[in-house]
């Protein structure tokens, strides 16, 4: 591998990991304050169709993002409502809501477009522009500084870097601040943070909020940064594998970040390398799509090790009284 492909490579992996990390962070938060959530996919792939559909409407991303958050805000709230004030089982609420958003993106974008159930290509405003960093034209032909600079870390959207960005902001408010403390104590022990005098549902409800806000954006970069559009089943797993690196991150966000980046560093391998030949054999472009997938999975099966959940997930909280 050249130096050019293995810097497209790794410009192709910040941009694949971008929706992964968004959702990744949306599920630690959630289940640190002991409400697991399954749905993450559902809320992505709403969040997708309405950034998607919105943009292409109003001819501006930005209000597209915006609807995208509220949108995977509201199924969170629902999730939230289900499993936090009725105290309902969290993961048949998550299931629901995946199946919820599956039917009913494909439903509104066929009465609404009449393309299959897809929305229109985006183009010019409606789609995220790319972002050059200070000085990344003038370090371009520096060795070493000027592919990884200028080849890799500039040129992306802006909701590239928020992700990023997003991880050191994590850990500083669930590790640094009190309302960390106390979000994290709530998955722990909800009933001594209620004699404390903190309201449970409140912070619960807090966490399920900040994940549906982390969701939605992950479904706006989705459709209009790293596609430019909508399409059924879009999100193609990223939930589900979003969750599996949050499990083996053991709730923690700095490993969280690698975690995604081993999947978005497979999945641009898979992308760039799939007309490939072992042993005079062909490999089915199938195969090399699935790889991703599959060498996630077990390698985060075979390193996971013992990852032990917040104590109280899983459980909704009946005050004593």
Known sequence: MDIATLVQVLDSTLRLATPLLFACLAGLISERAGVFDIGLEGKMLVAAFMAAAIAFVSGNVWIGVAAAVAASVAMALLHGVASITFRGNQLISGVAINFLAAGITVVIAQNWFRQGGRTPSLSGDARMRRIDLPFAESVRDVPFLGPVYHGILSGHALLVYVAFLCVPLTWFVLFRTRFGLRLRAVGENPAAVDTAGVSVVRLRYGAVAICGVLCGLAGAYLATGLSAGFVKDMTAGRGFIALAAMIFAKWRPWH???????????EAVANRFQNMEIL?????????????????????????????PPRAGGSPYVKEH
């Open 280 to 308: 005079g054999l062909a490999v089915p472009v199938q195969a090399m799509q699935a790889l991703p997938y599959i060498l996630t999975v077990v390698i985060l099966a075979g390193f996971v090790g013992k990852a032990i």
């Open 256 to 266: 969280a970040m690698g975690a995604v980046l081993l999947f978005g560093l497979l």
